[in-house]
């Protein structure tokens, strides 16, 4: 991988960035609704860059299992893509930022059904919804991709799906039921909103580590590449890509660009994936969030490598 040619090797800076950027006092939020999300300690900091060299570089809690939440929604909509084709997923979902808060009911309402882009919930549930026709075990499907992509580290576990949080947020999940509810009244859902929202709900529970989401993005990096072959076209990786810059960052998407200048895509679990075209993925977890739902300690460290590195697509 690349980088500025007086900056020191990407190991070091990445022990720089963690000392710099864990953070020492609570600050943040964690959010209503999930319970589960609370757990981790405000304190912890995690980063990886998997390289298309092979290299995975990582410092900080960067094997420890977090909840990807909405960080699942990239690879749901690059498995959808890849599972049919894509012009039909197209016709369900537009790929246009929001500019309303990520489970807006209103905009849903107002636009006849057809969410703004498949990183808003009710976007998600049209992509886990296609994705069904093929795989009506979504959320399985998807944890088997990741598990490939990712590897087994010798005494890892590799990714799974966190079943007790999986069903606290469905019992939680009025507003998701709702979205799925209308999305079925406007001829937007062919499953049961029910078994939507669980597949939804599971997928978004999958529990990974730095090291682990890191590797199994990599292929957005690498034309569509990933660990075992290809995930998608050259074509779709750039445009799942474009659409992780517009749309990836909740609210905050212009400010993201603005800071980090790298397509990236949040969780509410404090996760938030970067991809370098052409040279790798990141990605950096704490779980304390900023007003706008991405993780406080996470934007400010990405912006800090991204000035370090002089990665950027701009
Ligand atoms: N499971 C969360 C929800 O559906 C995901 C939120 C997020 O990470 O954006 O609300």
Known sequence: MTTALDSPPLDLVLDDIVRNHRPRT????????????????????????????????????ADVPFSIQSISKVFTLALALSADDPGAL?????????????????Q????????????????????????????????????RFLSREAGRR???????IDEDAAKSELANSSRNLALAHFLKDFGNLRRPAQAVVENYV????????????????????????????????????KRISSIMLTCGMYDAAGEFAYRVGLPGKSGVGGGILAIVPGEGAICVWSPRLDSKGNSLAGTAALADLADRTGWSVF
Do not use: Y
């Not at 995690?46 to 995975?56: L, N, Y």
């Not at 197209?90 to 209103?106: A, C, D, I, K, Q």
């Not at 309402?109 to 969410?115: A, M, N, R, S």
């Open 154 to 160: 010798i005494g890892g576990q590799g990714p799974f």
């Open 90 to 106: 197209w016709s369900r979902v537009l790929r246009e930022p929001s500019g309303t808060s990520f489970n807006s009911l209103v």
């Open 26 to 61: 609570e600050e943040g939020s964690v959010p209503a609704g999930i319970p589960h999300l609370s757990s981790p300690p405000f304190s912890r900091f995690g980063i990886a860059v998997a390289t298309s060299a092979g290299d995975v570089f990582s410092a900080g809690d």
């Open 202 to 237: 599971r997928q978004c529970s999958i529990m990974m580590t730095c090291v682990e989401t890191a590797k199994a993005a990599l292929f957005l990096a690498q034309d569509g590449r990933g660990a075992q072959g290809t995930v998608v076209s050259r074509s779709e990786a």
């Open 108 to 143: 849903l309402e107002v636009e006849h059904g057809i969410p703004r882009n498949p990183f808003i919930n009710s976007g998600a549930l049209v992509v886990t919804d296609h994705l069904m026709e093929g795989f009506p075990d979504a959320a399985g499907h998807l944890l």
